[in-house]
C-alpha cells in the first residue's frame, strides 16, 4: 500500500491546510515490496538489494512477496449483470461467521445490549485482499458505496479528530488553532488505485473510527451495502493499527538471531510525530484507548474493549503516566491526558461489563496531575471524580447481587448504599447548577469550551446514572424490562427473571416505609418485554403511593423507601435525558452554524456524536422512567378520562426523556452499529405517535 508523505509529512505542523490545497505525491514512486527489516521498523525502503537502510545499519536485508505494497492493475469490469454478487462480495451481515466458536464469553457477556459483529478477518492482508478485488468499473447506473477517507494526510486526520472525536474523547493536547472545514476524500468500493493508508498506529486508529462517519457526499448513507463498507474498511483499519503496534516493537533479530534479541536494547522508532506536542512513546497508548471504544461501540466486543484497554494501561505504566512529574516540557499535557483517558477507559470497560476493576482504582500511587482546560480548570478533575462515582455504584451492584444470592448478612451492603447516597446527593445538587450555555454546534478551539461543557455533561450523566444504580432496587426490585442486557440491568430472558419471582418476593419488602408492616396480597404478573407488579386496586390501603403493593413480612428493610428511591430515580433519569440534549454536536464546516449541523450541504443525517462509551448511562435512564411511565399508567388507566393535570404533566415528562434517549441513540446509531441494539430496545418501548 502507499503511505502519502506530501500533506501528511509532518504531523508537528499547525491544522494550516484548507480543502482545496492538493494533495501532494511521492517525489520518487514507492517501491513495490520493501524489505523485512524496514517493513518492520516502517521506514522507508529503495528496495535495492540490499537496500540503503540496511547498508547503513548494517544488517540482513531480506525480501519476500507483497501482496498489498506498489501500484494496484485494475481488472476489466465484469458485465453489469454481475454487480450484486460482485460489489458484495464479502459476507452480508447476516452471513457473518466467527472465524473461531462463538463463544457468548467473547462478546457480550454478561451483556451491555450491543449488536456484536462477528470477526471474520485474521489480519489487513486478508481485509484488503477482500476490500479491492475486482469489482465493476464505471458504471453510473449503480449506486457503489463510499467511505470517509483522508488520502493518507496526517494533518487532515488530526483535523478530523478535533473535529469529531476530541469534544467526547479528548486524549490529545488542545488544538493549536480552530480546526479548518473537514477534508474529506471519497473511497469508493472500486477505487482499489486511490487507497492510501496512514502511517502511524494512531493515524489508523483515528481513520478507523472516521471511516465510521458516512460521507457527505454519499446519497444514500444507510443503505445496507453502505454500512457494510463502512464496516469492513473499518475494521481492516483498526486491525492494520494493531498490526502498527506489533510491528514498532517487533524485533528483526527474534526471526533471524534470537540471542542477540536479547542482548540488544529495544530500536528507537524513527518516523514523523502525529502531533506535535505527543511523543512518540505514547502514541500506541492513545491508539489502544480509541480502539476499546471501536470494539464497544462499533463491534459490540467487551472482552476484546477490556484486552485493548488493558494493554494501554500497562503501556501507560511502565511510562511512568500514573506518577506526578514537576518538570514541565512540550510534552507534560500530553502525559497527563493519556493516562487519565487511560485509566477513564478501564474503569469504563469495568462498568460496561459489570466486572471489578482489574486495577485499584484510588491506588495512593497515582498521583498525575489532571489536564488542563484553559477555558474550564474544573472540568477535568470533575470528569474523574464522576467516573469513580459511577464505578463505585456499579461495584455496589456486583456486591449487591452476591449478597442476595448467598443470602448472605445484608447489614453491610445497606451501609454501603447510605454512604453512596450520601456522596452522590451533593455531587448530583452542585451539578444541577452548572451552567451549561456553549452553542451546540460551537467549533473546538484553542480554550475547548466545547470540551468542558461535554465533559460536565457527561458527568451529570454518570453522576445520575451512578444514583440510579444505587436505588434502583428499592424502587422497582430491579425487575427486567429489556430482552437484551444492559450493563447490570436484566433480560426479560433471563433464566433467573423468567422461572421464579421469588427475587421480587423478597424485595417487595422495600417498598414499605421504615418502620412500618402493613399486610397485603401481593399479586405478580409479567408479559411481554415488560415486567412488573401488578396493582389489584388503585384505593387499595396497603399500596404505596408508586403502586405497589406490600409484602406480609418483610424480608428486608431496606434505608430508603420505595417512594423516596422512585423520586430519586425519577429525577436523576429527567437530569441525564437534559444532559444528552446538552452534549454539543461535531460541527465539520469549521464555522458556528445553527442547529442541527448536517453531516454535509444536501444530507439529511444530523453530525453523529461519537466515542459512546457511556451509552450505558442511557439505558439507566430509560429503565428508571419505563418503570415510573408502568407505574402511573397501572394506577391511572389512559382513556379513563380520570386523571388529573399533573398525571398529564408527569406523562409528557416521561415521554420527553424517553424520546431525548431515543434520539440519542439514534444519532449514535448512525455511526456506530453496535449502538442499535440500545436503540431498537428503547423504540419498541416508546410510543412515537405521543411526539418528537
Known amino acids: ?255 533471524v538471531e534470537p540471542p542477540k534479541a536479547l542482548d540488544d536494547s529495544d530500536d528507537e522508532i524513527f518516523r514523523e510525530k502525529f502531533h506535535s506536542q505527543v511523543p512518540l512513546e505514547l502514541e500506541s497508548v492513545i491508539a489502544l484507548d480509541l480502539l476499546s471504544v471501536y470494539e464497544y461501540a462499533q463491534r459490540g466486543n467487551l472482552k476484546k474493549m477490556r484486552a485493548r484497554v488493558g494493554a494501554a494501561l500497562v503501556a501507560a505504566m511502565s511510562l511512568m503516566l500514573h506518577i506526578r512529574n514537576e518538570v514541565e516540557d512540550e510534552y507534560s499535557e500530553a502525559r497527563r491526558r493519556a493516562w487519565w483517558m487511560t485509566y477513564i477507559c478501564v474503569c469504563q470497560g469495568s462498568i460496561v461489563s459489570n466486572t471489578p476493576p482489574t486495577f485499584e482504582v484510588f491506588a495512593s500511587s497515582f498521583t498525575a496531575k489532571y489536564p488542563t482546560i484553559k477555558a474550564d480548570p474544573e472540568a477535568w478533575p470533575l470528569f474523574v471524580q464522576a467516573q469513580q462515582a459511577i464505578l463505585a455504584a456499579t461495584q455496589f451492584v456486583i456486591d449487591f447481587n452476591k449478597a442476595r444470592k448467598e443470602q448472605s448478612d445484608m447489614t453491610r451492603i445497606f451501609n454501603r448504599m447510605r454512604e453512596l447516597e450520601r456522596l452522590l446527593e451533593p455531587l448530583i445538587t452542585k451539578s444541577e447548577s452548572w451552567v451549561l450555555n456553549c452553542p451546540l454546534t460551537q467549533p473546538v478551539d484553542k480554550r475547548e469550551s466545547v470540551l468542558s461543557q461535554s465533559l460536565r455533561c457527561i458527568s451529570r450523566i454518570k453522576l445520575n446514572s451512578a444514583r440510579i444504580k444505587v436505588h434502583r432496587y428499592c424502587a422497582f426490585f430491579d425487575l427486567a424490562v429489556f430482552s437484551g442486557k444492559h450493563c447490570d440491568l436484566k433480560s426479560t430472558n433471563d433464566r433467573e427473571v423468567t422461572d421464579s419471582p421469588s427475587g421480587v418476593t423478597q424485595l417487595q419488602s422495600c417498598c414499605t416505609s421504615m418502620g412500618s408492616t402493613p399486610s397485603a396480597q401481593s399479586s405478580y404478573s409479567g408479559s411481554g418485554g415488560s415486567v412488573s407488579p401488578t396493582l389489584s386496586s388503585r384505593s387499595t390501603p396497603n399500596a404505596d403511593c408508586c403502586g405497589f403493593i406490600s409484602q406480609p413480612t418483610p424480608a428486608l428493610t431496606f434505608p430508603f423507601s420505595t417512594h423516596h428511591s422512585s423520586k430519586i430515580c425519577l429525577k436523576s433519569a429527567l437530569n441525564i435525558a437534559q444532559a444528552f440534549d446538552s452534549l454539543p454536536y461535531p460541527n465539520p464546516t469549521g464555522l458556528l452554524c445553527d442547529t442541527p449541523c448536517y453531516i454535509g450541504p444536501t444530507s439529511t443525517l444530523i453530525t453523529p456524536r461519537t466515542m459512546p462509551a457511556f451509552a450505558c448511562c442511557a439505558m439507566q435512564c430509560s429503565y428508571a422512567l419505563l418503570m415510573v411511565k408502568d407505574k402511573t399508567e397501572a394506577m391511572y388507566p389512559p382513556g379513563t378520562g380520570e386523571a388529573g393535570p399533573l398525571v398529564d404533566n408527569l406523562r409528557d415528562r416521561l415521554q420527553q426523556g424517553l424520546v431525548s434517549i431515543l434520539v440519542t441513540l439514534e444519532n449514535y446509531a448512525t455511526a456506530f452499529e453496535a449502538l442499535g441494539g440500545m436503540r431498537d430496545q428503547i423504540r419498541d418501548k416508546v410510543d412515537l405517535a405521543l411526539g418528537f
Open 1 to 255: 500500500m502507499t503511505m502519502s508523505e506530501g500533506d501528511g509529512q509532518n504531523g508537528a505542523q499547525r491544522l494550516t491546510t484548507q480543502a482545496s490545497a492538493p494533495r501532494k505525491k511521492f517525489a520518487i514512486p514507492p517501491v513495490k515490496n520493501a524489505c523485512l527489516s524496514c517493513r518492520a521498523s516502517r521506514t522507508r525502503c529503495n528496495g535495492e538489494h540490499p537496500c540503503a537502510s540496511c547498508v547503513t545499519k548494517d544488517r540482513e536485508c531480506v525480501y519476500k512477496p507483497s501482496r498489498r505494497g506498489g501500484p494496484r492493475i485494475r481488472k476489466k469490469a465484469r458485465p453489469l449483470s454481475d454487480y450484486q454478487d460482485l460489489a458484495i462480495s464479502l459476507p452480508s451481515q447476516q452471513e457473518e461467521i466467527p472465524q473461531d466458536t462463538l463463544l457468548i464469553e467473547n462478546y457480550i457477556d454478561p451483556g451491555a445490549g450491543l449488536k456484536p459483529l462477528a470477526d471474520i478477518w485474521r489480519d489487513s492482508d486478508a481485509i484488503y485482499d477482500n476490500l479491492f478485488q475486482d469489482v465493476v468499473d464505471n458504471t453510473p447506473s449503480i449506486k457503489i458505496p463510499m467511505v470517509r477517507t483522508y488520502g493518507g494526510n496526517d494533518r487532515a486526520i488530526l483535523n478530523a479528530y478535533y473535529i469529531w472525536i476530541h469534544p467526547y474523547f479528548p486524549i490529545l493536547p488542545p488544538p493549536e488553532m480552530t480546526p479548518v472545514v473537514d477534508q474529506v476524500f471519497p473511497l469508493y468500493e472500486n477505487q482499489r488505485d486511490k487507497f492510501e493508508e496512514p502511517a502511524s498506529a494512531i493515524s489508523l486508529a483515528i481513520s478507523a473510527i472516521l471511516a465510521l462517519i458516512p460521507c457527505p457526499q454519499d446519497p444514500n448513507p444507510l443503505a445496507p451495502e453502505a454500512v457494510r463498507w463502512r464496516r469492513t474498511y473499518s475494521q481492516f483499519l483498526a486491525k492494520a493499527a494493531l498490526e502498527c503496534i506489533e510491528s514498532e516493537t517487533e524485533k528483526e533479530e527474534s526471526s
